[in-house]
Each structure stands twice: as C-alpha cells, then as structure tokens.
C-alpha cells in the first residue's frame, strides 16, 4: 500500500510538472502552485521527487501513527523542503535515526513487559492454586473437627445418661437387697418361732402320752425363754398356744368307767408335728441358700456396676479431653480459612492488577509489534530516501 501510494503521489507531481500543465497553469490565477525554487510544480522532477517522496511517506506515517515526534519530524521536513535550508536533510535524518533507536526501545519495553506479565500470570496461578488448596483443606478440617466435636458430644451424652441410669438401677437393687434380707430375716424368725411352738407343744404332749420322753422343765422354759425373745413372736400366738395345750388336767373319772386307757393315736399327731418341724426347716434352709444366692448376686452386681461406671467416666474425661483438644484445632483451622480466605482474595486483586497492567500489552503486543515494524521500515525508507535527495533542480 505504500509503495502504490508513493507511486501515485509520483504519478500526481509528473502530471502537474508536465509543460502543458506549466502552461495551463501560468495562463491561471493559480499562480502560488507555480514556485521557482520549490513547489508543487517543478519543471524537472528529476532533483526534487526524492524529498518529496520523503515527505509523503512521513506524512503517511505521521497521520497513521500520529505520534509528536513524528509530526515534528515532518514539520522539519516541511520547513527545510519550503525554505531549501542549506544544512540538507541531516537534522531530519537525524530525528528519523533517534525515532528508530526509540521505537527500538519500545518494542524491548513491550517484550519485557510481555515476559513480565506472563512471568507474573504464571506466578498469580500458582498462587491462586495454592491459596484455594489451602482454602480447601482447612474447608475440609473445619467440617470434620466441627462433626468430631459433635459426635464427642453425643457419646459423652450418652455415657452421662447411662451413668445416671446405672446409678438410678444401683439404687434400686440396693433398696431391693435390703427388703429381700429384711424379709428373710423376718421369715427366719416366724420360722423359729413356730418351731419353738411346736416343740412346746410336742413336749406337753409327750408329757402326757409318753411322759419318760418329755422335756424337763428348764429345758421347756429355756425354749419359751427363746420364743419370748423373738422379735416376730405374737404375744396373742403364745396366749392361744397355751390355751389351746395348757389345758386342766381333767376330773377324776367316775368309779364306774374302770382305768382310763390313752389314745393311741397320739403318735401320728406327733408324728405330724415332727413333719411340720421338718417342713420349716427345710423352709429355713430354702431361704438361708436363696439369701446367700441373692446376695452374691447382688456383690457381682455391684461390682460389675462400679466397674461400668469407671470405665464410662474414665471413658467421659478421655472423650472430654479430646473435645477440647478438638476444638482447639477447631479454631485453629478457622483461623487458616481466615486466612487462606483472605490470600485467596489478595491474589484475586493480584491478578485484577495485573489485568489492569498488562491486557493492553497482551492483547495487542502482536499488533504494537507489527506496527512499530511497519513504523520503523517506512522511516528507514524515508531516511534512504533523504539520504539520496539534493536541492538541486
């Protein structure tokens, strides 16, 4: 495109400096496009196509560009070509070859600036990843050290409960033992009492029907002496035992009914006594193995309840130990999310700057390059051409 522009602005300059046009033009009033040192109209092209192909293509590059080096480059241009300075065109070649090292300069700024960017990108990225790794974890430690902490506080809940139910079920087992001895006791003494009636009884028997096998008297008061003692012996017992045996000896029998003959049958009435003894006996011996049996069962009880209860509180102190151990680590990774949170946020603002700074660099480096190429080539050309160009005509 430059090159068919500098070929018609060539072809424009032959046109008008062609003779019939010189002569078409001094018939006119358009005598300012007729300069007899410089002009638009030359009579010979030969001297003066040079500078003007300089500044055509300056022109072209300042209006693209629109730089003020560039303008004041052409302004010179201008100037020197108008007043066919004698010095040449070194000032402007001079300008041209700073306006090349400074583009040159440019286009290694942009590079560095390009390799800074995608070094920092890079690094940002890293960053970022790191940050929301970290975030993550603690994300992750956070929700499990928050249900760890839960979980301890249900099993220390239930194990609290269980203490207080097992103690409620000691309790009431202790009260249990202590009415089922007190009912034993009780049942061990009616039992001896009645044995101890019993025998009363037998012996006033014996006293009549078998008088040789009877109890002494100190060994039957001796016997009363113990029923009397017994704390569950009804005193109304006695009164009706005594009433039923003590009875009167009975009058002497008329003359006429002859000796009196005693019953046979007082052996099996004793001998249902003697089975009445044995019965409560074996009651006794019954209920002496059942309190034992209970009793031991109520020290194994006892004993596998203290040791349960041991190992629940021990076991509530270990899980209360951890809980707190727990929520320290709780805290601590609340407090690494805070800050992963707010490293998460700060390379977030890291990478918004250097959007800031850098998409302009990224998005068009290619383009700034092309075009700073593009701008250097058309100066090298037009200082070639300068370097070429006289003010001879």
Do not use: W
Request: proline share 2%; aromatic share 6%; glycine share 6%.
């Amino acid at each position: 495109m430059r090159s068919e522009e500098i070929a018609a602005i060539s072809e424009a300059i032959g046109i008008l400096n062609d003779d019939d046009a010189l002569d078409v033009f001094k018939k006119t009033a358009a005598s300012a496009l007729v300069q007899a040192p410089v002009g638009l109209l030359q009579r010979s092209t030969h001297k003066a196509s040079k500078g003007k192909r300089a500044q055509s293509i300056l022109a072209h590059v300042a209006a693209k560009y629109k730089t003020p080096t560039l303008k004041l480059m052409l302004y010179t241009l201008n100037s020197k070509l108008k007043h066919k300075s004698a010095g040449g065109f070194g000032e402007v070649i001079k300008m041209i070859d700073d306006m090349v090292v400074l583009l040159g300069k440019q286009g290694e700024e942009d590079e560095k600036a390009k390799e800074f960017c995608e070094d920092e990108f890079d690094k940002a990225e890293d960053e970022e990843k790191a940050a929301k790794t970290k975030q993550a974890q603690m994300e992750a430690t956070l929700a499990e050290k928050t249900d760890e902490i839960s979980q301890l506080m249900e099993e220390i809940s239930v194990l609290s409960k269980g203490i207080g139910e097992l103690d409620y079920a000691v309790a009431e087992a202790t009260e249990q033992r202590k009415e089922e001895h007190a009912d034993y006791v009780e049942a061990m003494q009616l039992n001896e009492a009645a044995i101890g009636l019993v025998g009363k009884a037998k012996n006033r028997l014996q006293k009549f029907y078998n008088p040789s096998l009877a109890k002494s008297a100190a060994a039957s008061a001796a016997s009363a002496s113990f029923i009397q003692a017994a704390d569950f012996v009804q005193i109304k017992a006695h009164t009706d035992a005594d009433a039923l045996f003590d009875v009167a000896p009975p009058e002497p029998a008329p003359e006429t009914f002859g000796e009196y003959k005693k019953s046979g049958k007082s052996s099996g009435v004793m001998g249902m006594m003697d089975s009445i003894v044995r019965d409560l006996e074996s009651d006794m011996k019954d209920a002496e193995y059942e309190e034992k049996t209970a009793q031991k069962d109520y020290a194994e009880l006892m004993a596998d309840s203290k040791a349960t209860r041991q190992a629940d509180s021990k076991a509530i102190v270990d899980k209360t130990a951890a809980k707190a151990e727990a929520e320290g680590k709780l805290m601590e990774a609340k407090e690494g999310l805070a800050a992963a949170s707010q490293d998460v946020t700060l390379v977030a603002t890291t990478i918004q700057d250097l959007h800031a700074k850098c998409d302009f660099i990224m998005q068009n480096f290619d383009m700034r390059k092309e075009a700073r190429a593009n701008e250097i080539d058309s100066l090298k050309n037009a200082k070639a051409v300068l370097s070429g160009a006289s003010f001879g005509f």
